[in-house]
């Protein structure tokens, strides 16, 4: 079979999406950061339309790698594929941190003291014989 060129005119335009992806991933990356669940949240429609249009524009993977057309295309996607791996890689460390929270909050010894602070914000200790309750 010749030469299939019918994806090369969308070459370009997966550039571009390619491109806005990228950016896409910085400014999820810069939300995680700063802890903006809301922006990082508003950004994740964004991402899976761009994700979705380059899929549809893209050829088949023989004619992707062998096409020099797509070149540029493969190495911005490249680069899409780091920053996302970045993103996961905060994404797991920030959840790894909250286990870490969530479990040294859990007291498994039931005889253990609980100190909590009182209406005049002394520290008062309780036991957790006593339950929860009556704490």
């Keep these: 079979m010749t030469d299939l060129l019918p994806s090369t005119p969308h070459a370009p335009k997966a550039q571009q999406l390619a491109t806005q992806l990228g950016q896409v991933l910085e400014?999820?990356?810069?939300?995680l950061r700063k802890q903006d669940i809301d922006h990082f949240e508003q950004l994740q429609p964004v991402k899976a339309e761009l994700l979705s249009s380059i899929t549809t524009?893209?050829?088949?993977?023989?004619?992707?790698?062998?096409?020099?057309?797509?070149?540029?295309?493969?190495?911005?996607?490249?680069?899409?594929?780091?920053?996302?791996?970045?993103?996961?890689?905060?994404?797991?460390?920030?959840?790894?941190?909250?286990?870490?929270?969530?479990?040294?909050?859990r007291v498994e010894d039931p005889a253990s003291s609980i100190e909590v602070y009182n209406r005049l914000?002394?520290?008062?200790?309780?036991?957790?014989?006593?339950g929860y309750n009556d704490a």
Aim: proline share 5%; hydrophobic share 35%; with cysteine.
């Design 27 to 31: 400014l999820e990356f810069q939300a």
């Design 57 to 105: 524009l893209a050829p088949p993977t023989e004619e992707l790698q062998s096409s020099p057309e797509w070149q540029e295309f493969r190495g911005t996607m490249a680069e899409c594929r780091d920053l996302h791996r970045r993103n996961q890689v905060l994404i797991e460390r920030k959840l790894e941190a909250i286990r870490g929270t969530l479990q040294s909050l």
């Design 121 to 130: 914000g002394h520290v008062a200790r309780f036991s957790r014989a006593q």
